[in-house]
């Protein structure tokens, strides 16, 4: 597979850990190690205790997937397939399709989730959202784009980088049309729990289509980037046996510890979320105050949903060179929406992380200047 370069993971990999602070971070503050193993119950501690590094089980520890379907509707253990998530995208697209098939995926976003259907010789329509609606993805341009050969849907909600998150009407609407043309969905559902109104939660489209994949994991909602562990959830059964078999040419199983470290977050993941939508809370007041202040630098679409926004650019300068001139000039990595392929107006700010108070105050005080 002739692939392109990943550029947003290039230009994290060029400033992430020397960066002095990160303004554009998409997960929540990782959580210590420490204070988990001290919520895990006398079972996950013993697992702890006793666990032994050799090969784990293909498909993931079986308590893993038993805690990961407690998070849906309608899925059981057999269902799941635990993965890292950049791997679960690759082992998805590369059973689910072909090349000359036709795919429309949501844009922008996480370039693996269009990249990996072009180098598979897919054709890729991207469906644009609406900007000035409030980045709202229109169905009926869903339903303009679609063809003939459309073998699948592609979409993320809550939406990286916008935060936009539509009604379970809307969604249903999507998975109602993809029945109907019988197109399958792959959904990446990793910012899921983290809408900040639970009214505004979706069902996972796992839930509502067989012929479906959700993809979901650690890393966002949970604050355990670290761990690589994530997992695809289909009720088609055709499809599991297909993707468990692809896994054998890819990590064939996941990392013991960060099995058994997943099963005690998942066992307290009320206490977990309920702390990360505290401070994303605290944090998006802040930001409120901020783009208010500098409305001649910035005009924002606040978000409903996870840990990022998508703000624009007022001025005159490209968001590349903004950027890299704020990163220069004051050690604040923030991230130009060059690296989405999008344009280079806007740039993504994440306010997941506890220090983000101290680092917007810097970023305002060069601003000022």
Not at 5 to 30: T, V
Not at 58 to 69: D, I, T, Y
Not at 161 to 180: D, H
Not at 270 to 283: S, T, V
Request: hydrophobic content about 35%.
């Amino acid at each position: 597979m002739n692939i392109k370069p990943f550029k947003l993971e290039r230009y994290f990999a060029k400033y992430e850990f020397s960066a002095k602070y990160l303004l554009c971070s998409s997960d929540c503050d990782g959580l210590a190690q420490k204070e988990l193993l001290e919520w895990a119950d006398s079972e996950t501690k013993e697992l702890w205790n006793s666990l032994k590094l050799g090969y784990t089980e293909s498909l993931g520890n079986p308590l893993l997937r038993k805690e990961v379907a407690k998070l849906y509707e309608t899925i059981t253990h057999e269902n799941v397939l635990i993965t890292t998530p950049e791997e679960g995208i690759f082992i998805a697209f590369n059973t689910m399709l072909r090349s000359g098939d036709h795919v429309v995926c949501t844009f922008p976003g996480y370039q693996s989730l269009y990249q990996i259907a072009q180098s598979i010789g897919c054709e890729v329509t991207k469906w644009n959202p609406e900007e000035q609606n409030g980045w709202n993805f229109n169905i009926n341009q869903l339903k303009k784009i679609v063809k003939a050969n459309t073998k699948l849907i592609i979409i993320n909600f809550p939406h990286n980088p916008t935060g936009y998150l539509p009604s379970n009407e809307e969604l249903l609407q999507i998975v109602n049309f993809a029945k109907e043309n019988n197109i399958s969905i792959f959904s990446d559902e990793m910012y899921r729990f983290l809408e900040y109104n639970q009214d505004d939660r979706l069902d996972s489209v796992s839930d509502l289509y067989d012929n479906s994949v959700s993809l979901f994991g650690m890393s966002k909602t949970f604050g355990m980037a670290g761990v690589r562990i994530g997992w695809l959830v289909t009720k088609n059964k055709s499809l599991y046996s297909k993707m468990s078999e692809f896994k054998d040419y890819t990590t064939i199983c996941s990392s013991a510890p960060s099995e058994i470290l997943s099963i005690i977050a998942l066992r307290n993941k009320d206490k977990i979320i309920m702390r990360h939508l505290k401070r994303i809370e605290r944090n998006l007041q802040l930001l409120d105050v901020f783009f208010n202040k500098f409305s001649n630098i910035f005009s924002w679409s606040k978000p409903k949903a996870g840990t990022i926004c998508f703000p624009k650019l007022l001025i005159n300068k490209s968001a590349y060179e903004f950027c890299e001139q704020v990163i220069k000039d004051t050690g604040i990595m923030l991230l130009p929406s060059t690296v989405y392929d999008y344009d280079d107006k806007h740039i993504r700010i994440g306010f997941g992380r506890e220090n983000m108070p101290e680092v917007l105050s810097k970023l305002e005080e060069y601003l000022s200047k």
